[in-house]
């Protein structure tokens, strides 16, 4: 795909931002209504899921969902709360944290945090945790290996329930004598979803003439929730197992899936990525 065809959507977008700015003052007393964009959207004549928004009869797309579709450079520098986008680079696929205060910044938009050796997390109970060892990170002895992109759409994704991404969060605990520290992986949690997606498509109780089965009051029949109440005993899964969630999902494909992900440290040392999944 030659990047030359897309600096109009550069421009695009650069256009909108300044049209934002210099509208800011008289758009204040307005209330503006976001409602999900359900439109095909198609890159090559291939159709493509990608999470969009109608706003005021426009579209809008997260503008690192657009670099990942036609493949130019978008990185966030949080220390300087700026955007930078390179047309002569690849997308690389992963959002870059940056330093505040000594901690790294997590992403929060779902995209994929890698530890690194030296990273130092704030928890949630005010201390802090250093990255130490991250040498099991893709390379633990129970999976296949390194996992691949994020499930693509074999059903319309935007007719199913749309749950809203959680905040990042941070867990520490002391448990005779180790420390622990549990990172909310928001990147394997679309992971889950998406998978689950597929599944709702695919199983003839929950998909039928291309849309979702409705109950008799007209609501869908299985809705998600990307955190699990901390009430509820989930089921985990480590290392990742497709199949495994799947069957979970086609044993009882009704009610409300509680899904999360979580990166496990033990004395700084990366444990493995677990997988907790609520069916109710």
């Known amino acids: 795909m030659m ?11 650069v256009g ?5 700015t210099t ?30 928004y109608t706003i005021g009869g426009y579209n809008y797309f997260k503008l690192r969902d657009l670099g990942e579709l036609v ?3 978008v990185e966030w520098d949080a220390a300087t709360a700026s955007i930078h986008i390179d047309t002569n680079a690849s997308y690389s696929g992963e959002a ?19 530890p690194k050796v030296g990273d130092v997390l704030q928890c949630d109970d005010g201390t802090t945790y250093e990255i130490t060892d991250v040498s099991r990170w893709d390379k633990n002895a129970f999976a296949a290996g390194p996992l691949g992109d994020l499930p693509a759409a074999t059903c319309d994704w935007s007719l199913l329930d749309q ?6 969060e941070v867990r520490h605990f002391s448990i005779e004598g180790k420390e622990y520290c549990f990172v909310r992986n928001l990147y394997e949690t679309r992971r ?3 998978t689950l997606y597929n599944a709702v498509g695919a199983n003839p109780e929950t998909w039928k ?5 409705l109950s008799v009051t007209g609501k869908q029949m299985v809705r998600f929730q990307l955190s699990v109440p901390k009430d509820l005993n989930a089921f985990s899964i480590w290392p990742w197992n497709e199949e495994n969630l799947v069957s979970m999902f086609n044993s009882c494909p009704f009610g409300t899936f509680y899904i999360e992900s979580w990166d496990v440290y033990k004395d700084g040392v990366f444990q493995k990525t677990q997988y907790d999944v609520v069916a109710r």
């Open 163 to 168: 749950p809203a991404l959680p905040a990042p």
């Open 3 to 13: 990047k030359g065809k897309f600096n109009f959507v550069i421009g695009m977008i």
């Open 209 to 213: 003439d291309g849309a979702p089965v």
């Open 192 to 194: 889950m979803l998406y």
């Open 23 to 52: 509208g800011v003052a008289s758009a204040v007393a307005e209330v503006i209504t976001a409602t999900r964009n359900v439109s095909p959207i198609y890159v090559d004549g291939e159709r493509v899921e990608v999470p969009a």
């Open 96 to 114: 870059k944290t940056a330093a505040q205060g000594g901690t790294v910044v997590l992403p929060k938009d779902g995209s994929r945090y890698e």
């Open 71 to 73: 493949d130019f450079g």
């Open 16 to 20: 909108m931002m300044i049209l934002s």
